[in-house]
């Protein structure tokens, strides 16, 4: 119980000064912003209303998610290693795997505050692109301004929000602009399911895109695999290195399939290196969205499984090079 009690609260502290560091916050509201500007500058839907949009944002949720994965790593382990706060820390009855597991707890739950941004800026992204209406009232194309333009404002509240609290109670500007950017956004999802494209009380009558849940839920999977790997390169090398680390790893996963997994019936080396490279193809399903689709529960279940397995796989690795890393 009281190992529990240390994680836990090394977990809040990790996941607090991650979020204190202001390029946490920079690479969330370049992401959002990112997500939200993508159906102004889109010219052509290719066939689908909104897919440029939904494929953008799902896009700029891995590729700013792989940033963050890697400085928040380096600000929850290798930075302290350095400064000799882990020492200080581990020199208490703290164990190593305690405090390695809480390191990797702490960056997760920041993944999974940045990930809810960016998922919330993707739908307000397909609701706000333009798409072909037919009703006795209007046929044409229409672009719903009015969403667009509140969830862009949620970007300057939260900052201004944030810095007001700042000034009166002293509370980290960076920290609660993260989670006001999150309050606001939830905001205008709510306005989104009660007001339709026109502006108009009507509840449910333009839904939103759900069907991009299970896609993000599957980019997270991926972003919480790259956190625990990271975390683990993290103990021996800083942020640069550790990004380059981390983008080998992608780059290789990308391509697993034509290096190892059209070679599986020969040589051993080909399925090793199948097994244990994650296989980022299964991550990324935002084809299966085309024309309607959807992600099948058993997919992403069994997507779990796969994530729980290389998760799993690489905390061990982790804690055993922990293990071995001197600290000062």
């Not at 920079?26 to 990112?34: E, G």
């Not at 980019?219 to 640069?240: D, E, Q």
């Not at 980022?280 to 997919?299: C, H, K, T």
Request: aromatic content about 10%; proline content about 3%; glycine content about 8%.
């Amino acid at each position: 119980m009281r190992g529990i009690r240390q994680g836990w609260i090394l977990a809040g502290l990790t996941a607090i000064e991650i979020v204190r560091q202001p390029v946490c916050l920079l690479l969330t509201i370049t992401a959002v912003a990112a997500c939200l500007l993508s159906p102004l500058t889109l010219m052509h839907n290719f066939g689908e209303d909104g897919k440029l949009a939904r494929d953008g944002g799902l896009a700029f949720h891995f590729l700013f998610g792989l940033f963050l994965a890697a400085q928040a790593s380096a600000t929850a382990l290798h930075r302290e290693l350095q400064s000799g706060t882990a020492a200080a820390i581990l020199s208490k009855p703290v164990n190593r795997m305690v405090f390695f597991l809480a390191k990797c707890g702490g960056v997760a739950v920041v993944l999974v505050g940045f990930s809810a941004a960016v998922t919330m800026a993707t739908l307000l992204a397909t609701r706000t692109a333009e798409v072909f209406l037919m009703t006795r009232q209007y046929v044409g194309y229409v672009m719903d301004w009015r969403t667009g333009i509140m969830a862009l404002a949620a970007i300057p509240a939260a900052v201004a929000t944030a810095a007001r609290l700042n000034y009166r109670t002293r509370r980290s500007f960076t920290s609660s602009a993260f989670v006001m950017l999150l309050v606001y956004l939830a905001c205008v999802v709510v306005y989104a399911l009660l007001m339709d494209r026109h502006g108009r009380f009507a509840p449910l009558a333009s839904p939103l895109e759900w069907r991009i849940l299970g896609v993000s839920y599957l980019v997270l999977l991926a972003l919480l695999i790259l956190s625990v790997f990271t975390v683990t390169v993290s103990t021996r090398l800083p942020a640069g290195p550790t990004l380059l680390a981390a983008s080998a790893l992608v780059i290789a996963g990308l391509v697993s399939d034509y290096l190892f997994g059209s070679r599986l019936s020969s040589p051993a080396f080909a399925r090793l290196g199948y097994a244990i490279i994650p296989n980022w193809q299964n991550f990324w399903m935002a084809d299966a969205l085309n024309a309607g689709g959807r992600i099948s529960y058993p997919y992403l279940t069994g997507a779990t499984v796969y994530a729980a397995c290389m998760i799993t796989a690489l905390l061990g690795i982790g804690l055993l090079t922990f293990e071995r890393t001197e600290t000062r």
